[in-house]
């Protein structure tokens, strides 16, 4: 597929528009997630590498997941035409966390 360089905006700033307006959204959305994420994929291979030492299946558990009030940040936005059979505009940008 070809791709043709498009435009670059740079969208961290308080007047970010619309990206601003979605991490805004976003933001508190971020915290549930990676509670799920740690919860549900990260807290099971500890507990089995645990029980594996023989130091208990149960012995590890997250309690308390409080990733900050800082609101991600999208900076260097960019956007590419692909030229496909399917006409697709590619989106890349750096996510910025700082919590």
Same mark, same amino acid.
């Given at each position: ?49 645990? $029980?594996?030492?023989?130091?208990? *299946?149960?012995?590890?558990? @997250?309690?308390? %997941?409080?990733? &900050? ?12 035409? $692909?030229?496909?059979?399917?006409? *697709?505009?590619?989106?890349? @940008?750096?996510? %910025?966390?700082? &919590?």
């Amino acid at each position: 597929a070809k791709v043709s360089q498009g435009s670059q905006t740079d969208v961290s700033g308080a007047d970010s528009g619309w990206v601003g307006d979605v991490m805004q959204q976003l933001s508190p959305r971020v915290s549930e997630m990676c509670t799920r994420v740690l919860n549900s994929r990260v807290e099971p291979l500890v507990q089995g590498a645990l $029980a594996a030492l023989n130091l208990g *299946r149960k012995a590890f558990k @997250f309690t308390r %997941i409080n990733l &900050g009030h800082v609101q991600p940040k999208i900076t260097n936005l960019r956007t590419h035409h $692909a030229i496909t059979a399917m006409q *697709r505009i590619v989106v890349d @940008f750096d996510f %910025i966390y700082d &919590g």
